[in-house]
């Protein structure tokens, strides 16, 4: 993930153009942007919390052979698909 740059996207709400700029992963400034961008299909909305996740991506959260390296690769991808925080959760199961 980069730590600063500049995304402009459309705003999820008002459907207006905005520039986000970012400095040492930070949000640092946000503006009006050129009305181009909305061509670019890019928009910025708050991120999504999930409060149960038995598993993600292939990866159950209830198997017993469940590794810290499948965990981590679950919360990436959740993270890449706009989770910003979520509870994991596990099913009743058998001894």
């Not at 009305?35 to 149960?52: E, K, Y």
């Not at 198997?63 to 979520?86: I, N, Q, Y």
């Amino acid at each position: 993930m980069n730590d600063s740059g500049v995304i402009e996207a459309i705003h999820y709400e008002t459907n207006m153009p905005v520039r986000i700029e970012i400095r040492d992963g930070l949000i640092s400034h946000l503006s009006g942007a050129a009305d181009s961008i909305r061509n670019n299909g890019i928009f910025v909305a708050p991120g999504l919390i999930d409060n149960q996740v038995n598993g993600y991506k292939g990866v159950d959260f209830s198997d017993p052979r469940l590794t810290t390296g499948k965990m981590k690769m679950a919360v990436e991808a959740l993270r890449k698909d706009g989770v910003t925080s979520f509870f994991p959760t596990v099913i009743t199961g058998s001894h």
